[in-house]
């Protein structure tokens, strides 16, 4: 166990410097010493970065599910795997030791194997966060299937899409999900996406909220009925290191999402690895990241990362606004929760509602708090820290991607310290760096540029599925020999990071990736629509809220009818969570002579900044500019 607790400065500047210095010696040792591999790889790392080609432990054979299963239910049979905690508090919870969570994944495993899925098949995953959702993913793991795990709040459309796009054979889903005081009807949304859907899914469906659903013979299937007569072992799949292990679909500037691709070996080590030492988990804690499992950060740490390292992690179903906003609190009291990871946006929603919800809560078990998913602002991590923290609990702002797989920018419990709306210092093994926009380095203390990598990590997504070059274009082709992030960064004198945001057509809502083009592409498509133009703009607790400028073919009585009719294509399109804020009805967009639309004078105005626009006089259409900021949405 060497190298893999990094629990003083000397242990990480040693680290460091040798991942970086002889990483493929670091990256053997690590990965030698604390995995079990059914076979040992013939390389360490191979990659090439022009042709987005990288492979991590060639030729290995492992299976994951063996290192975040098997092997804590031989050690620590009864040591608790999953805590799922329901979304009403009166319903009683359910504990997984780690030999329950083995039956259960072999059990699941072997329903899969009866339904034909087979190694390589994609299953695609849509569930509320309850405990089958573990067993699925674990499932599919186990016999190789590859997951597709689409957020249960994307619409039919959006997860009709994604299961064309990776062509599954299987959809997993249940009849409704609880949230808060809202039942939603899953089922009704799965078949609304399969009737538009071009590939043929069976159904399996498990029972949640209990209400009718509509069957289909011979596709829909419901778990209990064939879970019956399933053994409840299963041997593991012996997986070559660089199969997929799962698909995960991220938003890009272009319409179409990208359906990330992660495989089984190096995601497994370095999610490992990152959870072990960012939270600093000790044998005995209680963890909690209250993601969801349909983002990035529940596949890696909810269930990949602290599994791998026999952790007892909470799984929570519902959300921190029910029944009231002291269910955080409360939930972290009634386990005794060590370390907490969650996001700004849940931080600020909270910090609005005064401290009055943090009565009767200790809070004494806190650790180490974690944020995720966009910058934090200076006002939420104070108040994380004094509220939550009682000003005794480091905080790691983790900055990390979809495509990244584990976290690449961190502190480091006693290790490294915080900043605050810093994310700070690199992982082991990560080898950031600032280019400005002809791709020169910036060293220089206190520059801002655009954040690159310069050196792979074992996590880092292999292909975008079925488009390599989509891959290329988007992550390799900006910078010559760097994966670009997407993002900018400020780098301080001691070589802190701090990410000042997407410099590209991402926006960040709520902590979830929000691409415009797609959403631009579902508005347009209303009859009365010429053209949109969505932008971001600060927001008190979302960070990031929408704001469509949009310019209509004829005028309409009505306005407020198509802003309605509008949001509602958005849900039905995308999903909820891409609702726009403010919508703006223009007669034209400012544009380039060449006829682009020229979004950054449409974001200064949705932030109300109208002093610098720069030079307009160019544009093909000036005076609409004053038109838009006159009219603009308070
Ligand atoms: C943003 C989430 C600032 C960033 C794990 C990144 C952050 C995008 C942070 C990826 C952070 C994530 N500070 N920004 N600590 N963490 N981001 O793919 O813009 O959902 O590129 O992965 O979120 O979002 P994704």
């Known amino acids: ?24 010696t670091f990256w053997d040792e690590l990965a030698s010493q604390n995995f079990i591999w059914n076979k040992k790889w013939s390389k360490v790392i191979d990659w090439d970065f022009k042709k987005a080609k990288v492979s991590w432990f060639k030729d290995a054979k492992l299976n994951i599910t063996t290192n975040c299963i098997d092997r804590h239910a031989k050690n620590t049979p009864d040591k608790t795997a999953i805590i799922f905690e329901p979304n009403d508090p009166s319903e009683k919870n359910k504990l997984f030791t780690y030999s329950e969570l083995l039956k259960e994944v072999c059990k699941m495993a072997n329903v899969l194997k009866s339904m034909d899925v087979k190694k390589g098949d994609r299953v695609c995953i849509y569930l509320p966060m309850i405990p089958e959702l573990a067993f699925s993913v674990l499932a599919c793991a186990r016999i190789g299937a590859i997951h597709s795990v689409v957020f249960a709040g994307f619409s039919s459309q959006a997860l009709a899409t994604r299961i064309d796009d990776c062509k599954s054979s299987l959809i997993i889903t249940s009849d409704g999900s609880y949230r ?14 399969l009737d538009i859907c071009e590939t043929q899914q069976k159904v399996l469906l498990i029972k949640r909220t209990n209400e009718l659903v509509n069957l289909v013979d011979k596709r829909d299937f419901f778990l209990e009925d064939l879970i019956a007569n399933v053994d409840d072992s299963c ?3 012996i997986m070559d290191a660089e199969d997929p292990l799962f698909i995960l679909y991220t938003s890009g500037s272009t319409g179409k999402p990208k359906g990330m691709v992660h495989t089984c070996g190096g995601y497994m080590v370095y999610t490992s690895y990152t959870f072990k030492n960012i939270f600093q988990y000790e044998e005995d804690d209680v963890y909690w990241c209250t993601a969801d499992i349909g983002w990035i950060t529940g596949h890696s740490y909810i269930l990949y990362g602290p599994l791998s390292n026999g952790a007892s992690t909470i799984m929570f179903e519902g959300v921190p606004s029910y029944p009231d906003f002291s269910r955080f609190w409360q939930i972290i009291d009634k ?24 009565k009767n809560c200790s809070l004494k078990s806190l650790k180490v708090l974690g944020t995720v998913g966009e910058p934090i602002n200076e006002e939420a991590w104070q108040w994380y820290n004094l509220h939550v923290g009682k000003d005794s609990c480091p905080i790691v702002d983790t900055w990390w991607q979809t495509e990244t797989g584990g976290i690449l920018i961190s502190s480091i419990p006693k290790v490294i310290p915080d900043k605050p709306t810093f994310a700070t210092k690199p992982f082991i093994g990560v080898q950031p760096i600032l280019l400005d926009d002809e791709g020169e380095e910036l060293n220089k203390p206190n520059s801002v540029g655009k954040l690159c990598i310069k050196y792979p990590w074992p996590s880092i997504a292999r292909t975008i599925w079925g488009n390599h070059q989509r891959y290329i274009d988007t992550y390799f082709s900006a910078f010559k020999n760097m994966y670009f992030t997407g993002d900018g960064a400020f780098k ?15 926006i960040i809502v709520s902590g979830h990736n929000l691409g415009t083009a797609p959403i631009e592409d579902a508005i347009n498509e209303h009859e009365s629509i010429v053209e949109s133009a969505i932008v971001g703009f600060p927001h008190e607790i979302k960070g990031n809220a929408l704001y469509g400028f949009i310019t209509l073919k004829y005028n309409l009585e009505n306005i407020n009818h198509i802003k309605t009719e509008i949001n509602s294509l958005i849900s039905e399109k995308i999903g909820p969570i891409a609702k726009l804020d403010k919508i703006q ?10 006829g682009k639309i020229m979004r950054r004078i449409l974001r200064k105005i949705a932030s109300n900044q109208t002093e610098d626009l720069g030079d307009i006089s160019t544009l093909l259409n000036p005076d609409v500019v004053q038109e838009i900021i006159d009219n603009y949405q308070i």
């Open 335 to 358: 386990y005794k929760v060590n370390q907490f990871y969650t996001a700004p946006t849940a931080i600020r929603a909270l910090a609005k509602q005064g401290i009055g919800f943090f």
């Open 492 to 506: 301080d004198k001691e070589g802190n990071f701090r990410i000042t945001g997407r410099v590209d057509d991402v």
């Open 235 to 237: 041997e593991a799949e």
């Open 180 to 193: 808060g005081k809202k039942i939603l009807n899953l089922k009704a949304i799965v078949d609304d996406a």
């Open 1 to 24: 166990m060497s190298s893999y607790q990094i629990d003083t400065p000397k242990k990480y500047d040693d680290s460091y410097k040798k991942s970086v210095n002889c990483p493929e």
């Open 585 to 594: 009805i223009t007669t034209g967009l400012p544009k380039t002579r060449s």
